[in-house]
């Protein structure tokens, strides 16, 4: 595991990753973290990624972990970089996968990610446009991607207060503590996925990491999760003709409701949903990384536990 590598952009910025995985991999899947949170998240696909002998690299968004604030960045600049990076490590072609907030920027590289280079796709209890509706969405989602759209400035406030302080405190023990508390208030299924010691460390430290420089970054994120995207779902080319593009979405998830999942299916029809009855949001990413990974890569057309 290398967990804090850097490339320098054309423009100035730096871009942070971190790369997990197998040390001789066969393929490379560009793993986009959840929101907020960090590259250190990518550490939850590392046992699956190596057993699997691929290469994970999990890149910081702007302004997260160690990546410089990009200002008025928009969805469709996340190609560009996901590009440069991949140049900069010599990889040619390869796959993407995105976890909840992550999941727009599967699809933002879809769309702007020639398919020689991209050899498939897949998003995991992601989030899609708000124009889909919120039903069913808990509140605190709901109240993030309306301060995001309208109040960023405040949003980015807010959530400093909220998390970043505790992020950033030398004590470890206190933000620990408050993501206790928040794990607590979320639905059964996912309170014992998070609490499970395997996933522990990466979803702790990636969170951790997202408040590394502050609250601007993820106040951002919010703006453009809050804000229409600048492409529509049905132009997207997925399935034989374009990307092989698999959607996984639990029927459970309060964060990104599964109604939002079957949304996106209908606008694409030629991607594949995976919809498992009893997951919730986190819950599906963190006990089924061996399946996730061996779909997206084609190593099996079906899968039994």
Not at 108 to 120: H, M
Request: with cysteine; hydrophobic share 40%; proline share 6%.
């Amino acid at each position: 595991m290398r967990d804090s590598e850097s490339l320098t952009l054309a423009d100035g910025r730096v871009l942070s990753y971190a790369i997990y995985g197998s040390p001789a991999p066969r393929t490379t899947v560009f793993y986009f973290h959840a929101y907020p949170s960090s590259r250190k998240e990518g550490k939850l696909w590392h046992t699956a990624a190596a057993k699997l002998s691929l290469r994970l690299v999990a890149p910081d968004r702007p302004g997260m972990g160690n990546s410089t604030f990009q200002p008025n960045r928009t969805i469709l600049d996340w190609p560009a970089d996901v590009l440069a990076l991949a140049d900069h490590i010599k990889i040619q072609k390869f796959y993407v996968m995105g976890l909840s907030g992550g999941g727009p920027y599967v699809l933002a590289c879809v769309k702007g990610i020639p398919k020689e280079r991209l050899a498939g796709a897949a998003v995991v209890s992601g989030l899609y446009p708000v124009s889909f509706g919120t039903a069913g969405m808990a509140f605190v989602g709901q109240l993030v991607l309306w301060a995001g759209r309208w109040m960023p400035g405040l949003l980015g406030t807010v959530m400093d207060m909220a998390i970043g302080k505790a992020a950033r405190n030398p004590d470890p023990k206190v933000f620990e503590d408050l993501q206790k508390r928040d794990i607590m208030s979320r639905p059964e299924v996912d309170v014992a996925a998070m609490k499970d010691e395997k996933n522990r460390e990466g979803f702790v430290e990636g969170t951790r990491e997202a408040f590394r420089q502050g609250g601007q970054g993820a106040a951002w994120e919010g703006s453009i999760n809050g804000s229409p995207w600048e492409f529509e779902l049905q132009d997207l080319v997925v399935g034989e003709a374009g990307v092989p593009l698999t959607l996984w979405h639990g029927t459970d998830d309060l964060n990104c409701p599964p109604a939002m999942a079957l949304k996106a299916k209908e606008l694409m029809p030629k991607a594949e949903l995976r919809m498992k009855d009893g997951e919730g949001h986190v819950s599906y990413a963190f006990r089924n990384q061996e399946e996730i990974l061996s779909v997206l890569l084609g190593v099996v057309d079906d899968w039994h536990q």
